[in-house]
């Protein structure tokens, strides 16, 4: 394959450069005989760090739907994805040169009946531990439990395991070398995970000051997905005639939600972008959730940055675009980092060196 040349400010740091490509790595040796292959703002491929391939409603879907999830969120600029559960196999996705990078979280652990229905695996507390070991060798690097969900018996948002569980699924997790997120909408389930070393929290709504303080000094991370939170006036409505305390507590999480992920912002928690692609969520629309972060209150910069190099860097992958580095990146006709709009509009994407369109 010959060699690419694209030109222009290279993100983060938006110094003007040429950029060559050659086998799929990057290299700012000029290459004689180089195919200009465009011009423009070029930033590190775009992270979705809580997305669910191969699930939709109701379940896992086949190979060629996850595909096109898969193209979808690609053809977007978004070249590595955390899923944080899906009932579908998706491991083949790593044989796939055309499709984004994939780390898994195999699938969610849940408590029996308390999950939505055909996504997780659902057991009870005798039996997390041994899921959790399973989870994490079906995975690559990471385990997802469903922290709290609706307690029917309760009529309200509670946690799923009791604590002395879920110290021992943690623990077992990285005894086998894995990291643990945890789905976490209230917050009577924060403090058992985050007393075992839960590495994130996903959604966090229900976070008070102390589990703030906490989260920053033990450098547990979050994912707002903030459009998945600003939904939560529909499951207020939902619930309001059935489980009146349930739709109290939705409701009060969502009025506090900026207040909550604004002060993890001011404590210095790192912040990770997720749209909740599957299910009820849609793939290829990253940057949508990223507006939504800006509009809730962050500062641009900082959320590019976490949907792009920082969040890559804090997968394990190249943050910025250095000499050597896998040719993962976006070009763009205006500065992403000013103006979001130009998210939605690519002008190429390149993924292990091969550009798209």
Known sequence: MSALRFTGPVLPDGEVQELFVVDGRITYEKQRGADTAAEGWILPGLVDAHNHLGLEDGGAVDDAETERQAVADRDKGVLLLRDCGSPADTRWVHEREDLPRLI??????????????????????ADLVATVAEQAAAGDGWVKLVGDWISREEG???PSFPPDAVAAAIEAAHEAGAKVTAHCFGSDSLSPLLDAGIDCIEHGTGLREHHIEQMAAGGVALVPTVQQTDKFPQYVEAGRDKFPAY???????????????????DA?????????????ARHGYLHEEIRAMVDIGLPADYVVGAASWRGRAWLGWNGGL?????????VYPRNPVEDLGVLAEPSYVVLRGRRYP
């Open 104 to 125: 898994r979280a195999g699938r969610h652990v849940a408590r029996t009946r308390r999950y939505l229905r055909n996504y997780g695996v659902e057991v009870e507390p």
């Open 156 to 158: 309200d948002l509670a």
């Open 247 to 265: 739709a109290a507590t939705m409701d009060q999480l969502h009025r506090r939600r900026r207040d909550v992920l604004m002060a993890a912002f």
């Open 268 to 280: 210095g928690i790192e912040l990770y972008v997720g749209s909740d692609g599957g299910g009820t």
């Open 322 to 330: 250095a000499e050597g580095d896998p040719a993962d990146f976006v």
